[in-house]
T-cell receptor, first 116, second 112 residues
Framework: DQQVKQNSPSLSVQEGRISILNCDYT??????FLWYKKYPAEGPTFLIS?????DKNEDGRFTVFLNKSAKHLSLHIVPSQPGDSAVYFC???????????????FGQGTILTVHP | DSGVTQTPKHLITATGQRVTLRCSPR?????VYWYQQSLDQGLQFLIQ???????AKGNILERFSAQQFPDLHSELNLSSLELGDSALYFC???????????FGSGTRLTVV
């Protein structure tokens, strides 16, 4: 039972263009959503997050959009840079503020390659 | 440096053996989480400890166990190892909630 799905295993984008990574989830009770970036041989690094009370959060070149009715999350990177090439994981949380439910449920990841 | 320290970075062992992975959380964080990333898989939640107590359990096999010590470091014990246990094992820490989660760089376990 996959609660979080990233249906695109990979995405290739030209430098300077927009990268859009998508994520779908099944449980409408999830209340916090995150994106992580992972380079080989390193742990996941937090990128950006959004609470279920919002539909958009922006941080520099990164914007996360949340569509609760569609149970869909997306990450936009504009403009894309070669250094953005990495695996991107979306993650969801139930009861984010509780100390017993801080676990993250991850998608399978999308490999982003940004070509110069 | 994320502040979460995992040792060892690499471990190669034979089937049937037992290993211990160690995690030191970021200073001030009370909660430790363990995740497993197998080949071509996303990160699977194994177990969470908060201030020494087990708080949540995920897809952790009975052959695996964990604990968090009074100094808040945590150990993940994997026994009767099988080839399929080969994976990256990540530890993360936070003050207790999902906010401010930080991952370590992982331990790569290879079972031969």
């Amino acid at each position: 039972d996959q609660q979080v799905k990233q249906n695109s295993p990979s995405l290739s984008v030209q430098e300077g263009r927009i990268s859009i990574l998508n994520c779908d989830y099944t449980n409408s009770m999830f209340d916090y959503f995150l994106w992580y970036k992972k380079y080989p041989a390193e742990g996941p690094t937090f990128l950006i997050s959004i609470s279920s009370i919002k539909d958009k959060n922006e941080d520099g070149r990164f914007t996360v959009f949340l569509n609760k009715s569609a149970k869909h999350l997306s990450l936009h990177i504009v403009p894309s840079q070669p250094g953005d090439s990495a695996v991107y994981f979306c993650a969801v949380v139930l009861n984010a503020g509780g100390t017993s439910y801080g676990k993250l449920t991850f998608g399978q990841g999308t490999i982003l390659t940004v070509h110069p | 440096d994320s502040g979460v320290t995992q040792t060892p970075k690499h471990l190669i062992t034979a089937t049937g053996q037992r290993v211990t992975l160690r995690c030191s959380p970021r200073s001030g964080d009370l909660s430790v989480y363990w995740y497993q990333q197998s080949l071509d898989q996303g990160l699977q939640f194994l177990i969470q400890y908060y201030n020494g107590e087990e708080r949540a359990k995920g897809n952790i096999l009975e052959r695996f166990s964990a604990q968090q010590f009074p100094d808040l470091h945590s150990e993940l014990n994997l026994s009767s190892l099988e080839l399929g246990d080969s994976a990256l094992y990540f530890c993360a820490s936070s003050k207790g909630t999902a906010y401010g989660y930080t991952f370590g760089s992982g331990t790569r376990l290879t079972v031969v």
